[in-house]
């Protein structure tokens, strides 16, 4: 079984330019998750979607970050304008259902660097 | 406001023993919680999962308690090897479509 894929795998970009992050995945996982990981901390989540919809978006600097998941597959994050602060490893992360609480699939995360 | 403790601090312990790891929370009301092993450089990958109803949960090497009173769970490694070096989270969720949220993780060092 293919795991969570993320692209790309680094990224470096200069404050106030905007960034995109792609995440597919796992086949058959209903929910997906954005989240942003500081050096040092634990992943806090951005965004939860369960196929298309939004579940969960309190923590998304909605000013900046925007995400969408088309069709209830592939998602995209995106930052627009980058602040230094949002320098940090970006995980996507899929289940098969929320509602009944299954683990959730990572991938390797997109790192982030803002100069 | 809802807060998940994990002992910042890195674990270092001898092979061969158990590795016990620490999640207090206050403020919060999981009706379940898990732990990952994440590795520098990747995402964090799922270990175990234990509900509000349940005492323990065991997987091969791994244990997990969960003491609603206490509002802990104790996280074990028995038989410890130098591949258990990891850092691992601590998450809870109130069920259903709430958000999960993390601990900041402990590292553990096994040392040969």
């Known amino acids: 079984e293919a795991g969570v894929a993320q692209s790309p795998r680094y990224k470096i970009i200069e404050k106030r330019q905007s960034v995109a992050f792609w995440c597919n995945p796992i086949?058959?996982?209903?929910?997906l998750y954005w989240y942003q990981q500081i050096l040092g901390q634990g992943p806090k989540l951005l965004i939860q979607f369960q196929n298309n919809g939004v579940v969960d978006d309190s923590q998304l600097p909605k000013d900046r970050f925007s995400a969408e998941r088309l069709k209830g597959v592939d998602s995209t994050l995106k930052i627009q304008p980058a602040k230094l602060e949002d320098s940090a490893v970006y995980l996507c992360a899929s289940s098969l259902s929320s509602g009944d609480t299954y683990e959730q699939y990572f991938g390797p995360g997109t790192r982030l660097t803002v100069t | 406001s809802q807060k998940i403790e994990q002992n910042s601090e890195a674990l270092n312990i001898q092979e061969g023993k158990t590795a016990t790891l620490t999640c207090n929370y206050t403020n919060y009301s999981p009706a379940y919680l898990q732990w990952y092993r994440q590795d520098p450089g990747r995402g964090p990958v799922f270990l175990l999962l234990?509900?509000?109803?349940?005492k323990e949960k065991r997987k091969e090497r791994l244990k997990v308690t969960f003491d609603t009173t206490l509002k802990q769970s104790l996280f074990h490694i028995t038989a410890s090897q130098p591949a258990d070096s990891a850092t691992y989270l601590c998450a809870l969720s109130g069920g259903g479509y709430q958000k999960v949220t993390f601990g900041i993780g402990t590292k553990l060092q096994v040392i040969p």
């Open positions: 234990i509900r509000e109803n349940e």
């Open positions: 086949s058959g996982h209903a929910t």
